[in-house]
């Protein structure tokens, strides 16, 4: 299920001009870096994916009576945050792999791939003071201080027990969702759109990165590395309690359940042979699953009312290929 390329198909075509444009302008801010930071940079931008945030950005934009440079621009800062946090996600989670390339701290060590996602990070924020609405600046600094402390609420809560089906949709909501709804939100605000549609629409692109997620943490348990193009099983192995291993925590039998604290503590493998060999661990999945195709249709209602158009038709498409990606992860 090579995920990358169905993304890259029947949602964003409508847009695949602009997003040519968007690669066009990330080009141009590599080249903006110090001629000896430049090629570290390039490593980077030029390996980061599906653009899924700037697509985002430009089809509100369309859909709002027409995309201009500042929903391109938006998109990109979006996307370079973007790029940020995955070099510092990477750290943190030990992964030696990204879309079958090695990950920039595998190839030149911590330290550097630290400073290198700082200086995407504070590149980002430079570009964000350039728009003439200081609210703008304002959003995106918001939204990027979120998705750091989601990264250190999910740090802090590792290998934590007691972590809820709340803590969790929160730390997720902070550290994926938010570029989303910032991608969605501050998209319409540049349309002009009134509170009430700006909210809708940051409430789409905040659903649909938490689902976005859930599907990554699902991914990570029954996905394999060579479909997937990124090192897996890295969310058990660093702690992290995601909503599959939730739900099958509350649906095992005590004895089952003392074992998994066991293993999760003891930090021992909880491979898919181990997980498969408890009787809830496919409903486990399957629950998740199922909570995440409920907050698609959710998705479906925040865009009630807006304009009736090609640009909302993709993004209602959007909601239907996600929930597509979502079943191949059941088993």
Request: hydrophobic share 40%.
């Amino acid at each position: 299920m090579p995920a990358a390329t169905q993304t890259d198909t029947l949602p964003f075509d409508l847009v695949r001009p602009e997003l040519e444009k968007v690669e066009a302008s990330i080009r141009d801010q590599v080249r903006a870096f110090d001629p000896a930071v430049e090629p570290y940079v390039s490593y980077v931008c030029n390996s980061a994916g599906k653009r899924i945030r700037p697509a985002l950005a430009i089809l509100v934009g369309g859909t709002l009576g027409g995309v201009s440079a500042d929903h391109r621009k938006i998109g990109m800062i979006v996307e370079l945050i973007h790029m940020a946090t995955l070099v510092h996600d990477d750290i943190i989670d030990g992964a030696a792999t990204r879309r079958m390339i090695p990950t920039a701290h595998a190839k030149w060590g911590s330290g550097l791939a630290v400073l290198l996602g700082d200086a995407l990070f504070s590149h980002a924020l430079a570009l964000a003071t350039e728009f003439d609405d200081i609210t703008i600046c304002r959003k995106v600094g918001n939204a990027s201080r979120e998705v750091c402390e989601g990264e250190i609420v999910q740090t802090q809560r590792r290998f934590d027990l007691t972590l809820s089906r709340k803590d969790y949709f929160r730390i997720i909501e902070m550290k994926t969702g938010a570029l989303f709804a910032a991608a969605t939100g501050i998209s319409a605000a540049l349309s002009g759109a009134d509170a009430g549609t700006e909210r809708r629409l940051h409430d789409y692109g905040m659903r649909l990165g938490t689902v976005y997620q859930i599907y990554d943490d699902c991914l990570d348990l029954v996905g394999t590395e060579d479909a997937v193009g990124k090192t897996l099983r890295t969310d058990l192995e660093k702690g992290k309690l995601t909503l599959p291993i939730l739900n099958l925590l509350e649906s095992a039998t005590s004895t089952q359940r003392t074992k998994l604290h066991q293993r999760i503590l003891n930090q021992e493998p909880l491979d898919l042979p181990v997980l498969l060999g408890i009787a809830e661990y496919e409903g486990a999945v399957e629950a998740a699953i199922d909570t995440a195709q409920d907050m698609l249709t959710e998705c479906r209602d925040d865009l009630a009312g807006l304009p009736d158009n090609e640009h909302r038709a993709a993004l209602l498409q959007i909601t239907r290929f996600v929930g597509g990606l979502l079943e191949t992860c059941r088993r």
